[in-house]
């Protein structure tokens, strides 16, 4: 079952990486409407995590290993992720916009049952229910 968990993530980013535009950095503004923005940064993230994954073999919850990490100081309209939780098999995390920390898009890789809880957003609380999908408040 891991490895099948673990090549389907791996497949995921590997998708995710053929069909996601050019990365923005982090803490810088992205073109777009808020939560496409936010699923872009997602979206990054997940290669990001993939990549070290394919390194170290676990997933990490230190965005600077991933250097994703916003700029000091950061603009109230840039956006930023932080990993909630990581392991050997799964991981968790979220974006907003540094000056919208109620608003939130959350996304996990890996099995649900690994987490300690579900990933809910920070506003709707609405819950990722699929793999690799973000889920998003509204904006």
Do not use: E, F, H, N
């Given at each position: 079952m891991r490895t099948a968990t673990l090549a389907a993530a791996s497949c995921?980013?590997?998708?995710?990486?053929?069909?996601a535009p050019a990365p923005a950095s982090v803490g810088r503004t992205v073109s777009g409407s808020p939560d496409a923005q936010l699923r872009t940064q997602l979206r990054n993230?997940?290669?990001a995590q993939e990549k070290f994954w394919a390194t170290h073999g676990t997933?990490?919850?230190?965005?600077?290993?991933?250097?994703m990490f916003p700029?000091?100081?950061?603009?109230?309209d840039s956006v930023w992720v932080q990993v909630l939780f990581a392991?050997?098999?799964s991981w968790n995390g979220r974006a907003l916009y540094y000056g919208r920390l109620h608003q939130s898009c959350v996304v996990y890789i890996g099995a649900l049952s690994?987490?300690?809880?579900p990933p809910v957003s920070e506003g709707d609380s609405v819950?990722?229910?699929a793999e690799g999908l973000p889920a998003c408040d509204k904006f």
């Open positions: 995921l980013g590997l998708a995710l990486l053929m069909i993230l997940v290669m997933y990490t919850t230190d965005v600077s290993q991933l250097s700029p000091k100081p950061a603009p109230a392991g050997g098999r690994d987490l300690p809880s819950r990722a229910t």
